[in-house]
């Protein structure tokens, strides 16, 4: 029997995965790989009025509603917002949850981003994925080592910018033109996280700003109206060096840039 393909998309909070990443996995849904989904924050500082406890019921709703538009498995979030540190015991919790989906494609944020929730999010991803087969590395909880080959891929920083307002360029543009209203659909699942941003961060139009992101990747590729960028990360410890299942499964939609 041929082993299920498996994609997993990690990101820093609810609605990341919605911004920069959703209509990748929506291809490859499309491709024959099962989904799943995780933000290891819980969105609890998403809010200007309610509760902690509130709004973390609310924005895990939300974000297992927009799991759920795709088909995807949504993993439960593991800490806070601004808690996503880069140390053993959350490390731990993140390992347990790659070894329990075994992912062949591998979805993480930037690994420079505007704020360190992000970054961290993608450090933490990429350390469970290289102990993924290591023995001695203990989980919490407890999950056996698995021995699947990973292939890594960073998603743009928001704004497709990094800190000092440098433009990151993707090495793999991925087509996602005719999914816009699918992606606006999955993101709107949101609603709280719409209000905090018009407020707090100044984006008039929380749908928009996602069009935005996408647009400027599409200009960038010279191909398509509107994609999402991506790219790989070096392979030493997670596959072959060739190895490019992203690509492979979508083809002509992921376009390689020039470089």
């Not at 538009?69 to 731990?92: C, K, M, N, R, T």
């Not at 505007?114 to 989980?139: C, I, K, S, W």
């Not at 209000?195 to 191909?223: F, P, V």
């Amino acid at each position: 029997m041929t082993k299920q393909r498996r994609a997993f998309a990690v990101a820093a909070h609810p609605d990341d995965i919605e911004f920069l990443m959703s209509g990748t996995l929506m291809l490859l849904g499309r491709a024959g790989y099962e989904l799943h989904t995780m933000t290891i924050a819980n969105g609890s500082c998403g809010t200007a009025h309610l509760s902690r406890e509130a709004i973390v019921r609310i924005r895990e709703a939300e974000a297992q509603a927009a799991a759920a538009s795709i088909g995807a498995q949504h993993h439960d979030s593991l800490v806070d917002d601004l808690a996503i540190f880069y140390e053993p015991q959350l490390l731990a919790r993140v390992a347990a949850v790659m070894r329990e989906v075994a992912p062949e494609i591998l979805l993480l944020p930037s690994p420079v981003d505007y704020m360190e929730d992000h970054q961290n999010a993608a450090r933490l991803g990429v350390t469970a994925a290289f102990g993924r087969g290591m023995p001695n590395f203990a989980t919490a909880p407890l999950r056996p080592p698995v021995d699947q080959a990973i292939t890594l891929y960073h998603a743009q920083p928001h704004g497709n910018r990094d800190p000092l307002r440098q433009l990151i360029v993707p090495e793999i543009a991925v087509d996602v033109t005719d999914l816009m209203a699918e992606k606006r659909a999955m993101l709107a699942h949101h609603a709280s996280q719409k209000r905090w941003l018009d407020q707090t961060q100044g984006m008039d139009s929380y749908l928009d700003a996602m069009s935005t992101i996408c647009r400027e990747i599409g200009e960038l590729s010279g191909r398509f109206t509107y994609a999402e960028g991506w790219r790989r990360r070096l392979h030493f410890g997670f596959c072959a060096a060739e190895a490019d299942p992203l690509s492979a499964a979508l083809g002509e939609r992921a376009w390689m840039l020039p470089t």
